[in-house]
């Protein structure tokens, strides 16, 4: 089964509005990032973070390991936020990065 | 900020053809990676290095290559493309496994008619 799964899978807000992205995973990670992928298909890392809260900018990830999932909080949308989020963990005991599909959030002006 | 290159962007190739792509990056990265994105399965990890000489298999490896010259280039190859193998490919490199963040590259878009 997916290993790393992610919702929403889709979501749409308006301008102004807070989104909360949830990661799931069934290994044990021993690291865990969150990227962005722009509409155009180019990949950004995020946020690093194997556990515990860390803040960048408008964005706070809060990975709690003994239960296998983390959040990505964004405050205050903007349109440019526009995209697809997805979360990837390096699976413990092993050398392998592992990738969820994806949460296409819409931010509506 | 990490600089990782491409070549080419996009690629028509036919079956049975060889196909060969391209990653460069200019951080001196020891780790690279060759990941595919299809829809409904997202990023998977085609092969990936640990440095000059080495390649490793990563989850989907059949039916590719890969060939790690030095710590700049990285390539992927397809020696018998199949149209199962349209898809786009990202390249990615990193400093440390488990550690470090990946830096990826644009893409490459690849048609195999």
């Known amino acids: 089964g997916q290993q790393v799964q992610q919702s929403p899978a889709s979501l749409v807000l308006q301008e102004g509005e807070n989104a909360e992205l949830q990661c799931n995973f069934s290994?044990?990670?021993?690291?865990l990032q969150w990227f962005y992928q722009s509409p155009g298909g180019s990949l950004v890392s995020l946020l690093s973070?194997?556990?515990g809260t860390k803040h960048t900018g408008r964005l706070t990830s809060t990975t709690v390991t003994k239960e296998r999932r983390s959040s990505l909080h964004i405050s205050s949308s903007q349109t440019t936020d526009s995209g697809t989020y997805l979360c990837?963990?390096?699976?413990?005991?092993?050398?392998?990065?592992?990738f969820g599909t994806g949460t296409r959030l819409q931010v509506l002006p | 900020e990490a600089a990782v290159t491409q070549s080419p962007r996009n690629k028509v190739a036919v079956t049975g053809g060889k196909v060969t792509l391209s990653c460069n990056q200019t951080?001196?990265?020891?780790?690279m990676y060759w990941y595919r994105q299809d829809t409904g399965h997202g990023l998977r990890l085609i092969h990936y290095s640990y440095g000059a000489g080495s390649t490793e298999k990563g989850d989907i490896p059949d039916g590719y290559k890969a060939s790690r010259p030095s710590q700049e280039n990285f390539s992927l190859i397809l020696e018998l493309a199949t149209p199962s193998q349209t898809s786009v490919y990202f390249c990615?490199?990193?400093?440390?496994?488990?550690?470090?963040?990946?830096?990826f590259g644009p893409g490459t878009r690849l048609l195999v008619l």
């Open positions: 990615a490199s990193g400093d440390a496994r488990g550690k470090d963040t990946q830096y």
């Open positions: 973070n194997p556990s």
């Open positions: 951080n001196n990265h020891n780790n």
């Open positions: 290994s044990t990670a021993t690291q």
């Open positions: 990837a963990i390096d699976r413990a005991n092993t050398n392998k990065v592992v």
